[in-house]
């Protein structure tokens, strides 16, 4: 091996050390050029409370940098059941406030809180340092209560709250079918051959069932034998339905479509809404058309009559008001989010809800707003139910996950219960609980599970919780009609194409 000259060593050594010289010269200048982005003052956790007076919730935020090193918000709101959710946008100085205008957010940094605005409606926050954020507890442990007493198997999913009358059930599946079920045993006093899924709840009288279906038509029976009466066309038979399917690639768009109006009876006249966007009313005796309106989007909700006006909500975001007797529009109201749930009048107000997460109270009379309130970012798929003589309604959500107890008076909350699941069915209520029912989905954002709940009508706590069974290889299972109370019964249809019977308390 050939062994170097001192005189060799000494100028690798020389070339060598310029190398390294001319290298951190170099790569001074290009850190100097690129310096890492300073901590800013807001970064870490808070947590602390948002909302208005009426409904305050507890909320948490991490802001941190993300890989691009731009400064992100993550959103820990129990009551929405987010624990770490990444808020769309990024997090801007301007001047004093930190911005985040993709969910109308403003922050002020003063004596190390923060304070300001944020969703909904601009309420506000108030925030404080912490070392830890909330994180999803477990599903608590309730009593199952005393299950059900009998189960009705009907075959298609169950998605229109079953109607009672003298010891009978009344409902449709997505089957075709329409059934009337003895409330005694679960046994079947006769089927209807309906043709197309009902959706929609059943009006049932003395002596005749009237209901919707997705052939278009709308249907008088016999109560006692099920034979038809008359059949009036709703000329909705081609609206499309695109209900809710497995999270899989390429199985197509669905939009939520699962509800349809019950039909109203009001001196002889029956009003009822369709699919193609019109309201109707229409001759119980004969089933012949008295007038027909053409507000725009599907009727998915239950007409209201109060005085000289028919109301109801549409899928075009808007709820109208038209004359009773001719049909004219009075007033419509645009309410920024479409309607699947069905006004209702409580204290004098026309108490509405639609998929924006929008609740609010309308002057029946113009539509003008009396007060509004957004459920975070959840949407109000439930009709309100009144909570007995006063001013206080039931009534559920979706994300939300909760039952609430409000006053239509001024909007407070007064209390609001997890029952872990999609609560968009409407409550019912018996002398001493509310009942509700709830749709379970996965995968999803959130866990939802579904079940059949009770709770204490004065103060919300779960007094029983009975889980349905999951179906494997299902995305949704659970309930998505709402329970309806019968003296002692409590009857509820399924998903999984059953009509379930609970003894009430």
């Not at 038979?237 to 699962?258: E, F, K, S």
Request: charge should be neutral.
């Amino acid at each position: 091996m050939r062994r170097l000259s001192t005189s060799n060593f000494i100028v690798i050594t020389l070339v060598f050390g310029l190398t390294l010289f001319l290298c951190s010269a170099s790569c001074a200048r290009v850190f100097a050029q690129t310096p890492a982005a300073a901590a800013d003052a807001i970064e870490g956790k808070w947590y602390g409370m948002a909302g208005f007076p009426q409904d305050r919730v507890e909320i948490g935020f991490e802001f941190k940098r993300n890989e691009k090193r731009e400064l992100k918000a993550y959103l820990y709101q129990p009551v929405m059941n987010f624990y770490g959710l990444e808020l769309p946008g990024t997090l801007k100085k301007e001047a004093d406030k930190y911005v985040l205008e993709d969910v109308r957010m403003s922050l002020t940094l003063s004596e190390g809180k923060l304070s300001g605005t944020y969703y909904p409606l601009h309420a506000p926050i108030s925030l404080e340092r912490t070392n830890k954020l909330p994180e999803e507890l477990p599903v608590p442990v309730f009593p199952k209560g005393p299950g059900p007493k009998w189960q009705a198997k009907l075959g298609g999913a169950i998605f229109a709250p079953a109607a009672v009358y003298d010891g009978v059930a009344y409902v449709g599946t997505t089957g075709g079918m329409f059934y009337a079920i003895s409330l005694k045993d679960g046994s079947f006093v006769w089927p209807f051959t309906a043709g197309r899924p009902v959706h929609g709840e059943a009006l049932v009288v003395a002596e005749h069932v009237y209901f919707v279906c997705d052939n278009g038509f709308l249907f008088k029976l016999d109560r006692k034998t099920g034979k038809e009466v008359w059949r009036y066309d709703l000329g909705d038979a081609q609206v499309p339905r695109m209900l809710p399917h497995q999270v899989l690639p390429n199985t197509g768009d669905y939009d939520w479509d699962t509800h349809a109006p019950r039909p109203l009876l009001v001196e002889d006249v029956i009003y009822v809404g369709s699919g193609d966007g019109s309201m109707h009313a229409v001759n119980a005796a004969k089933g012949e058309r008295i007038w027909r309106s053409e507000p725009k989007g599907k009727i998915r909700t239950n007409a209201l009559v109060d005085g000289p006006r028919v109301i109801f909500g549409s899928l075009d975001d808007t709820v109208y008001a038209v004359d009773r007797q001719t049909g004219r529009e009075v007033w419509k109201k645009n309410t920024y989010g479409p309607h699947t749930s069905s006004p209702v009048l409580i204290d004098g107000k026309l108490i509405i809800g639609n998929r924006n997460g929008l609740l609010a109270a309308l002057n029946p009379a113009t539509g003008e707003t009396v007060w509004r309130m957004l459920f975070w970012g959840s949407s109000v798929e439930s009709d309100a139910v009144p909570a007995g003589d006063g001013t206080l309604f039931y009534i559920g959500s979706s994300d939300l996950r909760r039952v609430s107890l409000i006053d239509a008076k001024d909007a407070r909350v007064l209390w609001r219960t997890d029952i872990y699941g999609w609560a968009w069915p409407r409550p019912a209520v018996s002398e001493r609980l509310v009942y509700a029912s709830a749709i379970g989905a996965s995968p999803y954002q959130m866990r939802h599970l579904g079940s059949v709940t009770a709770m204490d009508r004065r103060t919300g706590k779960i007094v029983w919780r009975w889980p349905m069974p999951e179906a494997p290889g299902s995305w949704t299972n659970g309930f998505a009609a709402s329970p309806v109370v019968d003296g002692k019964t409590l009857v509820v249809g399924g998903l999984d194409g059953t009509l379930y019977a609970f003894p009430v308390e």
